[in-house]
């Protein structure tokens, strides 16, 4: 699996995203560093993701005519 990614280097560290997670923005030294940031942000999402699907139900509810 492959997820894309946006970053740039902001002085000394290499920041970026997850493009599925643009408000979840981390840093690194180097740009493998970084990488292995975005990829604890995806699990954390995941888990997350997991989380909620286990509470959250959905239901339908007749309008009267």
Sequence with gaps: MELEYTYW???EFFVGFLND????STQGLSLSELEE???E???I???EKEHLAAI???GR???PA
């Design 37 to 39: 940031a975005l990829i």
């Design 21 to 24: 997670y643009p408000k979840d």
């Design 9 to 11: 280097q902001d002085g």
């Design 45 to 47: 999402r995941q888990e």
């Design 41 to 43: 942000v995806y699990e």
């Design 56 to 58: 959250r139900k959905t």
């Design 61 to 63: 509810v007749r309008i």
